[in-house]
């Protein structure tokens, strides 16, 4: 199973392998047989000159454009017949060979089944599923996004041990390959299912290994490109009778490359080479031995990066889609009817039966993408061509203009034009771009076009006659009737032009087919005097069928008449905002007047023009630039040779605009220092305002400050606030409140938000200790102690200094502590002194403190600690160490922390300060016996940023 994925290739390939695999023999491997179809040049000028080459007109295709010619629908797919070597049979000849070693086993792959290449309208499967694809698989169909393909096979065993070589097992079976590809996706799938027929004996014991892999190139460079494949196969599966396995590859990371110099128009395409086998093994390696049955199937998948407006995907390029959605616009349909079943070629025309007596439907040749040659075509067939109705009639061609068999390349008999409606050209370059983005067609592509069952539309040109009510070369004044007949048409208007130029158009005028008669009449003072052509347009069910021809008239209006103006516009309008007004133009009594300028204007400031559309309205936007108020908006014709002038007022009421104001300062303010707040003023959120003031007030109630500032251009408003006396929350923030009060111009708006306040946090005490011992447990807490500080002003907090503190295991004289917070800047600064202390712990030496300070100080842009004390142990003076978290050794494992230093966790600048710190550990791990500290210090500073 599997597929091979070239652009160069042709048709299917099969490969059957047979190995005979043991310690002492080689695989014996056939060689793959392939099939060749050509693919065609482009086609010969009209002069029998291939233009693309140079070269004679070939009378059959070359390799020329790879992706051109594979399969035609109908056509029979060439498919390979298997090879010519009999493995089984080699291996029955020689199975004495393998005497002693059990059973071994070979493969045979039969003929694949030969059939038609059918191309329909999307996939036939998105899984494979064994009686659905046997059945649609039968005959190999393609899709330009799917190729499917079928093959047998099978595997027979024999026992070589006794030397009488017998059979003793057979499995047959059948493979259906179905690979599908997507448009928008570089990963395209090959579904497989292997549907076994017949398992019998020993053949019971084979179990199913399968292998994938792929490479890729691009193309036409030839260079490297990439691919990987993802196998989901069941490996060591067990066949049985009437049963399916069902398998796929995921082939991905396809990347298609750009060609080099010299490539022929396949941009952007990488070919993908994906091969995969299967190999039967036994479930006693000693006794059976595996046989390989590897058959490529080879599908035809580009990869192209080269739409526009949709991602990269993949195709089948050698199999050509239908174009079918000209059949829907009948006049382009026909044309393409006539020219596919006159001339040699047929362009276009797939094969298969007749549609009509009148026109044979032979096999043809397809059209073939070609963008550069859509200006040459074009001028062949169209330009020069006067239209008989401008802007109603246009030319088409066929073949189309950007294909190789256009007009300027086929000979007079292939191609052919029409005058067709303008609504039907202008569809018809949608639906063909619409076609070649959805199967991917590149220049270089062919495609068929099916506009089967198409037959001769309503003329273009009549049968529409004028039935009365004008004439040909008359002259009118004041009105023109006119009256026309159209049978096909169930709806009818009046065209009246000048130089091809609309200058007035009647309203649809619906009819029943088969019975209509059409009038209509116009004032002569809706068009300045002059000559005119009149024309009758009839449509079915929204396309043209039918254009009478001109009826020439003149205009002579003896002097001008009177116009009537009337206003149409809102009562009032947002400052600064533009409004549209609109006013209508008709001749006093009469029709719409088209092509005629009014002038508007507010207040006599602000003013705008508009021109008259064939309804005679004109519409156009002015801005209010007044203040709030009353005023007028006045609309003015000021006529001309055939009419008079002609204007209209009405009050018009000016709103203030929409304003909104937000606060853009620091997200955070301290007390003591001065900060610069700002807001920004703006219409509808967009737009800036200048020139006003703006107040902004921080905090709330009797501590609230506030400032004003007016502004710029860009709408900000600036001021400053020296803060102070600021109440410290619990969430450390302040409420900002900006403010514009509005005017004449402009409504008040206010806008809220917070802010952080800066703010310090000490504390500081003399002694601590929790002790316990086998025989006493003693537990101090913090003594003297400032307990925590919090403030976001300058204070002064000082614990009452304790003369001594004296316990059983600890004792201390002269303790003090403060905490002192100042501001600008904010500072917080934590002092811990003591004048002697003795810790004396069972174990331990005694440890003797005097002259101890410890300080800890902290900002906003810094903190800092330090300790100063004098030590002995047992007696004796000890070097106190000047680093931070010096430890000094005691028995048991005991440790003495010299100026041990933390930081604060929730600070932003903090440090915690403990000048002596003891701890005894607990034993096996529990908990510490003694953990005594001597005087502690901490300053915090919060809010900082």
């Known amino acids: ?435 070649n983005k959805t199967n991917r067609i590149l220049d270089g592509d062919s495609y068929w076009v099916d506009v089967s069952g198409a037959t001769p539309p309503p003329p273009v040109l009549g049968p529409v006659q004028f039935t009365g009510g004008i004439t040909n070369g008359g002259t009118y004044a004041s009105t023109v009737a006119v009256t026309a007949s159209a049978p096909h048409a169930d709806a009818f208007s009046f065209h009246v032009q000048q130089g091809g130029v609309d200058k007035l158009v009647s309203p649809s005028i619906p009819g029943t087919p088969g019975t209509n008669s059409h009038a209509w009449q116009f004032n002569t003072h809706a068009l300045p005097n002059g000559h005119y052509q009149v024309y009758g347009v009839a449509t079915l069910r929204g396309s043209v069928v039918g254009v009478s021809n001109a009826i020439n008239i003149t205009i002579a209006n003896p002097t001008a008449v009177a116009t009537t103006l009337t206003l149409n516009a809102p009562p009032s309008g947002d400052y600064h905002d533009p409004v549209t007004v609109s006013a209508k133009l008709t001749v006093t009594g009469g029709g719409p007047v088209a092509d005629k300028p009014v002038s508007f204007s507010l207040a006599g400031n602000e003013s705008c023009t508009a021109t008259t559309n064939s309804a005679g309205s004109a519409a156009c936007s002015v801005t209010p630039g007044e203040s709030a108020g009353t005023t007028t908006l006045r609309a003015r014709f000021a006529g001309d040779s055939i009419r008079q002038a002609s204007s209209a007022s009405a009050p018009f009421t000016v709103t203030p605009e929409e304003t909104t104001v937000a606060y853009t300062g620091p997200g955070k303010v301290a007390n003591g220092a001065r900060v610069t707040m700002s807001g920004v003023l703006k219409e509808d959120g967009i737009t800036p305002i200048a020139g006003r003031a703006v107040t902004i007030a921080l905090g709330s109630g009797a501590a609230q400050q506030t400032c004003t500032g007016t502004t710029d251009t860009a709408g900000t408003a600036s001021c400053a606030i020296s803060v102070r006396n600021q109440l410290l929350t619990d969430s450390a923030t302040l409420p900002v409140t900006v403010k514009f009060a509005g005017d004449a111009y402009y409504r008040p708006s206010t806008g809220e938000a917070t802010v952080r306040l800066e703010y310090y946090t000490g504390r500081g005490f003399g002694v601590s200790l929790n002790v316990n011992l086998p025989l006493v447990s003693l537990r101090l807490s913090p003594k003297p102690d400032t307990g925590p500080v919090r403030t976001a002003t300058g204070s002064s907090t000082t614990a009452p200094c304790a003369a001594s503190i004296s316990t059983l295991l600890v004792s201390a004289n002269a303790l003090c502590a403060n905490v002192t917070t100042r501001l600008a800047p904010g500072t917080s600064t934590t002092t811990a002194t003591l004048q002697n202390a003795t810790i004396g712990l069972p174990g331990l030496p005694v440890i003797g403190i005097s002259g101890l300070t410890a300080t800890s100080v902290s900002s906003c842009t810094a903190t800092s600690g330090s300790t100063t004390l004098e030590l002995t142990i047992a007696g004796r003076p000890i070097t106190v160490p000047t680093a931070p978290n010096s430890v000094i050794g005691l028995p048991g494992g005991a440790r003495l922390v010299v100026n041990e230093q933390r930081p604060v966790a929730d600070a932003d600048f903090g440090t915690t300060v403990n000048a002596v710190h003891l701890v005894v550990p607990g034993l096996a791990g529990g908990p510490d016996i003694a953990d005594i500290m001597v005087g502690s210090a901490t300053s915090g500073a919060h809010n900082c940023t």
């Open 1 to 435: 199973m599997g597929w091979v994925i070239m652009l160069c290739a042709t048709a299917l390939q099969f490969q059957a392998q047979a190995a005979i695999l043991s310690s002492s023999s080689a695989a014996a491997t056939t060689a793959p047989i392939r099939t060749h179809q050509a693919a065609p040049k482009p086609p010969a000028g009209p002069h029998g000159h291939n233009t693309a080459t140079g070269d004679a007109a070939p009378s059959t295709p070359t390799a020329q454009n790879p992706r051109a010619l594979l399969q035609k629908p109908g056509a029979t797919a060439a498919l390979p017949a298997t090879t010519s070597s009999e493995p089984c049979s080699e291996l029955k000849q020689h199975l004495d060979r393998y005497a002693g070693r059990g059973e071994v086993a070979c493969a045979d792959v039969t003929p694949v089944r030969a059939g038609s290449a059918v191309v329909r309208s999307a996939p036939h499967s998105e899984t494979a599923k064994a009686a659905a694809d046997l059945t649609a698989c039968a005959t190999a169909n393609y899709t330009r996004f799917e190729w499917c393909s079928v093959a047998d096979f099978s595997v027979n065993v024999y026992r070589v041990n006794p030397p009488s070589p017998k059979p003793v097992g057979t499995l047959k079976g059948t493979a259906v390959d179905d690979v599908v590809t997507v448009n928008n996706s570089l990963r395209f799938t090959d579904n497989i299912t292997l549907h076994f027929t017949e398992v019998k004996d020993d053949a019971a014991n084979l179990r199913l290994i399968y292998r994938a892999s792929c490479t890729a190139k691009s193309n036409p460079s030839g260079g490297a490109s990439s691919c990987s494949t993802s196998p989901n196969f069941p490996n060591g599966a067990a066949p049985s009778t009437d049963s399916d396995i069902q398998a796929s590859v995921a082939v991905s990371n396809v990347v298609p490359k750009r060609p080099g110099p010299g490539g022929n128009g396949l941009a952007g395409e990488t070919d993908t080479t994906v091969s995969s086998g299967l190999t039967f093994q036994s479930t006693n390696p000693n006794n059976i031995l595996p046989a390989d049955v590897t058959w490529d199937a080879q599908a035809f998948v580009a990869c192209d990066n080269q739409v526009s407006n949709i991602k990269p995907g993949c195709v089948m390029p050698l199999v050509w889609p239908t174009l079918t959605t000209m059949k829907s616009l009948p006049h382009i349909a026909w044309n393409i009817y006539k020219v596919q079943r006159g001339g040699t070629m047929h362009y276009g025309l797939a094969g298969g039966t007749a549609v009509n007596n009148d026109f044979p439907n032979p096999s043809g040749n397809p059209l073939t993408r070609n963008e550069a040659a859509e200006g040459a075509n074009r001028r062949v067939a169209c330009d020069g061509r006067t239209s008989p109705v401008p802007g109603v009639l246009t030319c088409d061609e066929y073949p189309f203009n950007a294909t190789w068999q256009g007009a300027s390349y086929a000979d007079a008999a292939d191609w052919g034009w029409a005058w067709v409606p303008r609504e039907e050209n202008d569809a018809q370059g949608g639906r063909t771009s619409g076609f």
